[in-house]
């Protein structure tokens, strides 16, 4: 029986894959400095159409197939593929699903149109991570979220996988990072979102506006330790969550080894 303490990294990017802020890298960094240090690692992101199979050597993982992830009344098949992470010995789990990823472009398309769905995407993202986790059947000791794309997940654990044993030891680190959209989510997001009957109105109250900032308010509303991955993120986030009663809070430091991180990690999982 391993005693090693583990950590799943639920990130919207991750270098070499997709690097569209610095967090990216910082991810990266991570995920190879923690495996490096005694943590079982594993990481899980959208299969983006932008991310090259081949180059990658991403390949379908079938015995965790089959996962369909329900959303507002419909079925979406998961596909789960899986690599490599480059220098390292661990592995990275793409979540697919040829209608909502299978598309050249992230977020936008090629006249810089917000996608209409990407609510429904970011649910998807979200309810799915949570689903391949179970199906893995490896308790993870610490979650680190990034990226809005994985604000709802804090929210999940503490209300429609509350009970799950699989996440019955399980810390939420959530990174607030740099707002990288103007747009705002769907009009039914907070309908969409709420994927089970214990996800109350109140609970959703955070993300209601819509807004990349809110997708922030949202995650760190829910996680147990708060970080700052980013120099330069909304003063009315760091006015929110630099001091928060209860919950560890790491500031952003451009010089860190991430060594910090570690701390924080071993910290939450004790």
């Given at each position: 029986?391993?005693?090693?303490?583990?950590?799943?990294?639920?990130?919207?990017?991750?270098?070499?894959?997709?690097?569209?802020?610095?967090?990216?890298?910082?991810?990266?960094?991570?995920?190879?400095?923690?495996?490096?240090?005694?943590?079982?690692?594993?990481?899980?992101?959208?299969?983006?159409?932008?991310?090259?199979?081949?180059?990658?050597?991403?390949?379908?993982?079938?015995?965790?197939?089959?996962?369909?992830?329900?959303?507002?009344?419909?079925?979406?098949?998961?596909?789960?593929?899986?690599?490599?992470?480059?220098?390292?010995?661990?592995?990275?789990?793409?979540?697919?699903?040829?209608?909502?990823?299978?598309?050249?472009?992230?977020?936008?398309?090629?006249?810089?149109?917000?996608?209409?769905?990407?609510?429904?995407?970011?649910?998807?993202?979200?309810?799915?991570?949570?689903?391949t986790v179970k199906k893995f059947g490896w308790p993870p000791d610490i979650i680190h979220c990034s990226g809005w794309m994985t604000s709802l997940i804090p929210l999940y654990l503490k209300t429609a996988y509350k009970k799950e044993p699989v996440f019955g030891h399980s810390k939420v680190v959530y990174t607030l990072g740099q707002n990288s959209f103007k747009e705002k989510m769907g009009p039914d997001f907070l309908k969409q979102a709420a994927i089970h009957a214990n996800i109350?109105?109140?609970?959703?109250?955070?993300?209601?506006?819509?807004?990349?900032?809110?997708?922030?308010?949202?995650?760190?509303?829910?996680?147990?330790?708060?970080?700052?991955?980013?120099?330069?993120?909304?003063?009315?986030?760091?006015?929110?969550?630099?001091?928060?009663?209860?919950?560890?809070?790491?500031?952003?430091?451009?010089?860190?080894?991430?060594?910090?991180?570690?701390?924080?990690?071993?910290?939450?999982?004790?």
């Amino acid at each position: 029986m391993s005693t090693k303490k583990r950590i799943l990294f639920i990130a919207n990017e991750m270098s070499p894959y997709l690097e569209l802020t610095e967090f990216s890298e910082i991810v990266n960094r991570l995920a190879i400095k923690s495996n490096d240090n005694g943590f079982e690692v594993r990481c899980i992101m959208p299969r983006f159409g932008t991310i090259n199979e081949r180059r990658h050597r991403l390949h379908e993982v079938v015995r965790l197939s089959g996962i369909n992830v329900s959303v507002d009344n419909d079925d979406f098949p998961l596909q789960i593929k899986v690599a490599s992470l480059p220098n390292a010995r661990l592995q990275v789990y793409f979540l697919d699903n040829e209608d909502l990823f299978k598309r050249k472009f992230v977020f936008h398309d090629e006249k810089e149109e917000w996608f209409e769905d990407n609510s429904l995407r970011t649910i998807f993202f979200c309810k799915g991570a949570l689903e391949t986790v179970k199906k893995f059947g490896w308790p993870p000791d610490i979650i680190h979220c990034s990226g809005w794309m994985t604000s709802l997940i804090p929210l999940y654990l503490k209300t429609a996988y509350k009970k799950e044993p699989v996440f019955g030891h399980s810390k939420v680190v959530y990174t607030l990072g740099q707002n990288s959209f103007k747009e705002k989510m769907g009009p039914d997001f907070l309908k969409q979102a709420a994927i089970h009957a214990n996800i109350k109105e109140k609970d959703l109250e955070p993300f209601k506006e819509g807004t990349n900032l809110a997708m922030f308010r949202g995650g760190a509303t829910y996680a147990d330790a708060i970080t700052f991955g980013a120099e330069k993120v909304d003063k009315k986030l760091t006015d929110e969550f630099a001091k928060v009663k209860g919950k560890k809070i790491l500031a952003y430091n451009a010089e860190s080894d991430l060594t910090d991180y570690l701390q924080l990690y071993t910290d939450l999982a004790k």
